[in-house]
């Protein structure tokens, strides 16, 4: 028996001993291609040179310093790197290490914000419904998909969920994409003024959502809208780009495409693509400022924040990104893998929705196409189409449907940025075999 507490006690896992470019072996030699990098990670595939020498380089030189005593050149290259390229109003980085920390500061920050400003009444927060924003106790209070906060319920903040924008089930038949994005910004609003503009402090939402809905886009002008209601009541806008940011959509932040800028920024998975862990929150330069000519001290922090070898790892993958053009890359193997798609699944009886932007796409399952209902949760057909990839060699991050039934199961994609066009074929070729078996097995 394993002593190691899996995360899954019911599952076999192969055991990853090698990492080849987009491959994962096993340690009985079979091959995975990583078409999800792993949970969108990898954007560099699994053994890059340039990063795992800049890693080296580093632990030699300096492995670690902690932050209460120095800085260090990794982490102020990288803070220059990520500042000289984000949205506008973006000044300073705060490095955690991972995404589930980066939303915990993100949400602290806002918090200490308003208390430095002198508007301690602000402190509720509003999210959306399907959505995920990490595991740590306030990102999962944030986020709002039923299954993963049921049991830990008692132990949540109290945080107001209103409406994704999730136009293949919610768009309704009379209204237009704009019109869409104008009825979600009202909703937001009603929310705040229920609560009292004057009480909240944030809005948190991912620009494109990846883990409970499967790479789902905004109608366009949804987040114009949504800024102009959280400035008109002085409520500070979280964007969680922790899966679909650094250029996983094809721009290096996803905001860039929406035309917003926020407050505050969360990045991690593909900031380090798997090589270190790592996360960060982009600051604004008014909250900064805020703390900066207030008490002057974040009151928030751990061990590792940053690591001085991740930030090493991530800028030499941030570099490796710049330098080997890889954005012009997602963005022509995006349209690939779409078109791809299109051809083996749009016809397909089972699959209602092919959606994304991007080397990030998602196929929601549908029992049946012109009703969209889902397939009964209780099949648990994620988790059994997640079986049968691995079995033809294939990692997809498949997720189930929300407990409410207004959701199908969704099988998400992200693969490495670094693919040839003929993984595509292979992608498309072994997922359509694991969605026919699997769905020849009911
Ligand atoms: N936010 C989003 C949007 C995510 O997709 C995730 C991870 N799936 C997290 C936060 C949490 O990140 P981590 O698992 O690194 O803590």
């Known amino acids: 028996m394993s002593h190691v507490f899996h995360r899954n ?9 090698q990492g080849d470019g987009p491959y994962i072996v096993d340690r009985e030699g079979r091959r995975y291609l990583d078409a999800s990098g792993g949970a969108a990670v990898s954007c560099l595939g699994h053994s890059d040179e340039a990063v795992a020498q800049a890693i080296k380089d580093q632990v030699s030189r300096l492995a670690y310093a902690h932050t209460s005593f120095f800085t260090s050149e990794p982490m102020e290259q990288l803070a220059d790197f990520l500042i000289e390229r984000a949205p506008a109003g973006l000044d300073s980085v705060y490095f955690v290490s991972g995404g589930s920390e980066a939303v915990e500061a993100a949400l602290k920050l806002a918090r200490q914000y308003f208390v430095e400003i002198g508007q301690p009444q602000r402190k509720h927060l509003i999210a959306r419904r399907q959505s995920y924003h990490g595991n740590t106790l306030g990102a999962l209070a944030t986020g709002g998909n039923a299954w993963r906060r049921q049991q830990f319920e008692p132990l949540l903040i109290n945080v107001s969920h209103v409406s994704p924008c999730y136009a293949y089930r919610d768009q309704q038949p009379d209204e237009t994409p704009e019109a869409m994005g104008v009825r979600l910004a009202a909703e937001l609003e009603a929310e705040i003024l229920r609560l009292g503009g004057e009480n909240v402090m944030a809005f948190v939402a991912e620009p494109v959502v990846g883990a409970t809905l499967g790479a789902v886009t905004a109608v366009p002008g949804y987040f114009t809208r949504i800024r102009e209601v959280c400035d008109r009541y002085g409520v500070l806008l979280i964007l969680d780009e922790v899966m679909c940011g650094m250029g996983r959509t094809g721009s290096l932040f ?189």
Do not use: W
């Open 254 to 442: 996803a905001a860039e495409q929406e035309g917003v800028t926020a407050d505050l920024i969360t990045i991690a998975k593909g900031l380090g693509a798997g090589y270190q862990p790592i996360g960060a929150t982009l600051v604004s330069q008014r909250i900064r400022d805020a703390i900066a000519n207030g008490s002057g001290f974040f009151q928030h922090g751990h061990t590792y924040i940053g690591h001085a070898t991740a930030c090493a790892a991530a800028l030499a993958v941030q570099q490796a990104i710049e330098s080997r053009d890889l954005l012009t890359r997602v963005n022509v193997l995006g349209e690939g893998l779409q078109a791809r798609l299109g051809e083996r699944f749009a016809n397909h009886p089972h699959i209602g929705d092919i959606r994304g932007r991007g080397l990030f796409q998602g196929l929601e399952l549908v029992a049946d196409r012109d009703s969209k209902r889902p397939f009964d949760p209780a099949l648990k057909l994620h988790a059994r189409l997640k079986k049968a990839a691995m079995a033809e060699g294939l990692m997809c991050y498949p997720m189930g449907g929300t407990l409410d039934g207004r959701q199908g199961d969704h099988i998400l994609l992200a693969p490495p940025f670094m693919l040839e066009g003929s993984h595509l074929d292979e992608i498309t070729d072994r997922l359509g075999r694991a969605i026919d078996t699997t769905l020849a097995s009911l």
């Open 9 to 17: 006690l019911h599952q076999d896992y192969p055991t990853a001993v």
